[in-house]
């Protein structure tokens, strides 16, 4: 804007002076998680008490993702009389004593229920600029099933983040003609809907339904789960099977060589299941952590879609840097910690394989690319033990995504 039209602009009142001279806002660090269910599809809590849990523990941004359904619709749910059942008369109270809550509640022949509410009257009760942001989603659930006396179901997980109409499943003549399917319609939604939409491909290893091969051929998509808090989604992999670290490294070697597609980022969810105790899918066991100077989805998306982001099962990075030389990280160290830093990927040459180029302990750390590098992300690991392990001996870790050095 010409400097001459300032005074002019700020005097008509369509301009204020702070307005006019306000720099361009330093990135900063937004803290959310793009993967949890409640009682719109199986997840045991109300979507207001979901959305409470992670908003006052100071996450910036979090989508419900329940499985094939939007919280759009009028739906009531019967509140149990006796244990076991999903809701329990204790956490209808604990909502009804929250400040403004949203609780509508009725009887039904003898039966109490409480209406469950949209996507819509959460934003509105939770959203507010620049602190907390709930983005729409759901959790595209397919499965594919292998022909022959042999066949079995493959679980084809895909959350759609941002997205404004529902996503049907999708049938498909195999795992990776379903994956392209779905992120075909993701990609053709954030098209038509004109605002950002992506997807990301969740636990590989459920059911052993996605294999590195079949991941590494998602076309219009680049993301997909490293680390999801559900115990059962065997990230670790087993003997038969490479965990979800280095089929991360397989799948890009065979982009970055034969397939020519980008590079696949890495992120870390809760798949929160149970808010009430027990281990197997508890909130706030993994999350991502994304440098973008706004906290709305345009912004979010495109710093994810940079790489401009880490995720996270417990290790907190302080400051990330890529520069055409070096790769650099320093982590925030807790007491009783001990951090250890490596710079892995794979070098080019005819045959790659995963590699750790160099390994530290301590904060920081920093890698000097040497030239012959196909890619170099890093993985930080503690000394302290995650929460919720799903293998024993488990421990917090960080990822930070992978570059292609001197670009
Ligand atoms: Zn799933
Ligand atoms: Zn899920």
Excluded: C
Aim: glycine letters at 10%.
């Amino acid at each position: 804007m010409r400097s001459n039209l300032l005074p002019i602009l700020t005097a008509l009142g369509l301009l204020s002076l702070s307005q006019a001279f306000a720099p361009d806002p330093e990135p900063r660090w937004w803290k959310g998680n793009t993967h949890t269910h409640t009682l719109w599809s199986d997840g045991n809590a109300l979507p207001e008490y979901a959305v409470t849990w992670y908003k006052d523990r100071g996450y910036h941004f979090l989508a419900l993702t329940d499985h094939n359904i939007l919280q759009e619709s009028e739906t009531w749910f019967p509140v149990a009389t006796a244990g076991g059942a999903r809701l329990q008369p204790d956490q209808v109270k604990a909502v009804l004593e929250s400040k403004n809550p949203l609780l509508e509640e009725r009887t039904r022949e003898g039966q109490r229920e409480v209406r469950l509410n949209r996507h819509t009257e959460l934003v509105q009760r939770f959203s507010e600029p620049g602190k907390f942001l709930l983005v729409p989603g759901e959790e595209v659930t397919s499965s594919w099933r292998s022909p022959g006396p042999e066949g079995r179901g493959h679980p084809v997980h895909i959350n759609a983040i941002g997205l404004e109409a529902f996503i049907p499943p999708a049938r498909g003549t195999s795992v990776v003609d379903v994956l392209n399917q779905v992120f075909d319609a993701i990609a053709a939604q954030e098209k038509s809907q004109g605002s950002s939409v992506f997807g990301h491909l969740n636990h590989p290893n459920f059911g052993w339904g996605v294999s590195w091969e079949d991941m590494a051929r998602i076309r219009a998509g680049i993301f997909f789960e490293v680390f999801n808090g559900h115990t059962g989604t065997a990230d670790a992999g087993n003997e038969n099977h490479p965990g979800t670290d280095e089929m991360w490294d397989r799948a890009n070697i065979l982009r970055l060589t034969e397939l020519k597609l980008p590079l696949l980022r890495g992120i870390s969810t809760d798949d929160t299941h149970h808010y009430h105790g027990g281990k197997v899918a508890g909130p706030g066991r993994g999350w991502i952590v994304v440098r973008a100077k706004s906290l709305d989805l345009d912004s979010l998306t495109q710093a994810m879609r940079a790489g401009d982001f880490y995720s996270s099962s417990g290790v907190d990075l302080q400051d990330l840097k890529v520069t055409p030389t070096s790769y650099s990280l320093q982590a925030k160290v807790r007491e009783g910690e001990a951090l250890t830093i490596e710079f892995v990927g794979a070098r080019k040459g005819d045959a790659p394989e995963p590699v750790v180029f160099s390994t530290s302990q301590g904060a920081e750390a920093s890698y000097t690319f040497q030239g012959d590098e196909l890619f170099v992300r890093a993985r930080v690991t503690s000394n302290l033990p995650h929460p919720a392990p799903k293998v024993e001996g488990e421990t917090q870790r960080a990822w930070t995504q992978p570059v292609l050095p001197g670009r």
